[in-house]
């Protein structure tokens, strides 16, 4: 993509701008993109938090409900790429990751999926918020 190397700007694009740019592509379900300007940002140096982090996984699992029959494992196994690769950066999933990762699996009808990160999410000490709560207990519903 390369965004910011085609013109001379007056201001050095830093995590702020990147996260928006971000938002921007998965709000017009083009995550693909967004992922690309992650990888982009990172090979400038420049370090995305957790909101940046939140930003893309909450793009990329929204994006499910366009074709959900084939988007399910595939939108799965890319936010378990993306919290592996939080953790590797040092960044660790907070409440946020882990519900926007739990709701997904609760809509995809993975009850043991859904427990599995639940457990592995307290017992990193992060607490649930309702949101958290409501997608476990949806997935145990449809159990």
């Not at 709000?27 to 938090?49: C, Q, V, W, Y």
Request: proline share 5%; glycine share 4%; hydrophobic share 35%.
């Amino acid at each position: 993509m390369e965004l910011f190397n085609k013109r001379k700007y007056k201001y050095e694009p830093d995590e702020k701008m990147y996260t928006i740019l971000i938002s921007g592509w998965c709000k017009t379900s083009r995550p693909d993109f967004a992922r690309k300007l992650l990888e982009e940002m990172i090979d400038r140096g420049i370090e995305p938090n957790i909101i940046t982090y939140n930003t893309l996984l909450n793009g990329l699992c929204r994006n499910v409900s366009l074709h959900p029959e084939t988007r399910f494992d595939r939108t799965i196994r890319s936010a378990e790429e993306l919290l592996k690769e939080m953790q590797r950066r040092g960044i660790q999933p907070d409440t946020t990751s882990y519900s926007i990762v739990l709701h997904v699996y609760s809509r995809a009808h993975k009850p043991e999926l859904t427990l599995c990160k639940f457990r592995a999410m307290r017992e990193q000490g992060i607490s649930p918020s309702i949101a958290t709560y409501t997608s476990v207990v949806k997935c145990r519903l449809m159990w």
